[in-house]
């Protein structure tokens, strides 16, 4: 009896282990490869309203907030009990003995470096504050980056894994969903700090594509749509994903009620979208738009190898399995993908790859894998003789 459970406990502990990595990876991939080491100096922007991208960052508020409040709970509650004084040599993402940064963090300006570290906000201090509260709030601030962008890693994880289980049934064809999107956030981290905003619309993504499959009450995606609206105007695809999906539910035909919730939640997407702009003022796109965008990005290798590195093969297998995958599924791939790998050839030079996660996570894994899981289920089976 007592092998049996000792089994079950390091079985647990084995699980636990995986899914730590899984979700705290990222995060360190995006201080030693990518330029998590802005984070900081963003932040301290956005909070002051000088965006260094204002059109469309400007108006991605709500994981400002977020990473905010989050500050000011630990600030006034763990690090009370648990001072920073004595986790710094165990966090600082600027230790030699704990990360190796390998980014060019001049990447997007010639003072990268400088605004990455310390010394940059002892300089920039009008409160008078003495360099060691200056070193404390810097850590302080990536220790609550780190644990935030963790727990929306976790929140990521659990729910895909419980949107793959709608359409996938083999136990392990659905983990092994989870790890190819985790490799596919493992990945993306050129040209990005911690991403905050588009990892939080991943995870409202993945929730509302479980909503709306299983066709829970559309009341849900109410909050879901306020708080994506606040965060990445990409949340004005839902209403259309729920449009899309019930109108094929319904035989494809037109119900008045899902009709309602539709325009209910596109109407909240559209007054947050202008409401934004009206709020904070409207600053013009800094990027022009064309078809000269998209042959550029299909022609740059370094963004062919960034999409490559998170998506692998899949989208050309999802191709494969599209038309014999469940009809719910094939609406949802349906009607992101084209849409979604459209606007963003067209408007910007897409190197910074995590943008192409929601259609990775909602409908090329689930399509692959349930092709896949088919497939050898078929085979599997006898034939009549």
């Known amino acids: 009896m007592n092998l049996v459970v000792l089994k079950k406990a390091f079985k647990k502990f084995l699980w636990g282990i995986m899914i730590f990595s899984m979700a705290a990876m990222p995060v360190v991939r995006a201080i030693d490869t990518g330029l998590g080491l ?64 390998t ?33 404390k709030e810097y850590h302080r601030y990536f220790i609550t980056f780190m644990f935030l962008r963790f727990m929306i890693n976790l929140g990521i994880l659990y729910f895909a894994y419980r949107f793959f289980k709608l359409f996938i049934h083999n136990f392990w064809m659905v983990v092994l ?22 990892y939080i ?27 994506g609206i606040l965060n990445r105007e990409t949340s004005l695809m839902i209403p259309v994903i729920f449009a899309t999906v019930n109108f094929a539910r319904d035989g494809y035909k037109i119900k008045l ?23 904070y003022g409207y600053e013009p796109y800094m990027l022009v738009s064309g078809w000269y965008r998209v042959v550029e990005n299909f022609t740059n290798y370094s963004i062919v190898s960034g999409q490559f590195a998170i998506m692998l093969i899949l989208p050309f297998l999802s191709l494969f399995f599209l038309r014999s995958s469940p009809l719910l599924l094939r609406t949802i791939w349906i009607t992101v993908i084209p849409v979604w790998f459209a606007l963003h050839y067209y408007a910007f030079p897409v190197l910074e790859s995590r943008y192409f996660l929601v259609p990775f996570a909602l409908g090329i894994i689930p399509v692959t894998l349930f092709g896949i899981e088919k497939t050898y289920l078929d085979e599997k089976r006898p034939g009549i003789v």
């Open 257 to 279: 009620r899902n009709f309602g919730y539709s325009a209910a939640l596109a109407l909240i997407g559209v007054a947050g979208f202008v409401g934004l702009r009206w709020y």
């Open 201 to 227: 619309d991943l995870l409202l993504f993945l929730i509302s594509a479980l909503v709306i499959v299983k066709n829970y009450s559309p009341l849900w995606l109410i909050p879901v749509m306020v708080i």
């Open 38 to 101: 802005h984070q900081l100096a963003t932040h301290k922007a956005a909070l002051a309203g000088d965006f260094w991208f204002p059109n469309p960052w400007k108006y991605r508020v709500f994981s400002v907030w977020l990473a905010e409040t989050t500050y000011q709970i630990y600030t006034n509650t763990i690090d009370k009990v648990i001072p920073v004084d004595g986790l710094i040599k165990y966090t600082s993402p600027i230790s030699n003995d704990r990360f190796a940064i």
């Open 103 to 135: 980014a060019n963090l001049n990447r997007f300006s010639d003072n990268g470096y400088e605004i990455s570290f310390p010394d940059y906000f002892f300089k920039k201090d009008k409160t008078g504050k003495g360099e060691w509260e200056i070193i």
């Open 177 to 198: 969903g989870v790890v190819f999107l985790d490799n596919g956030i493992n990945n993306a981290f050129r040209d990005t700090a911690f991403g905050f905003d588009t």
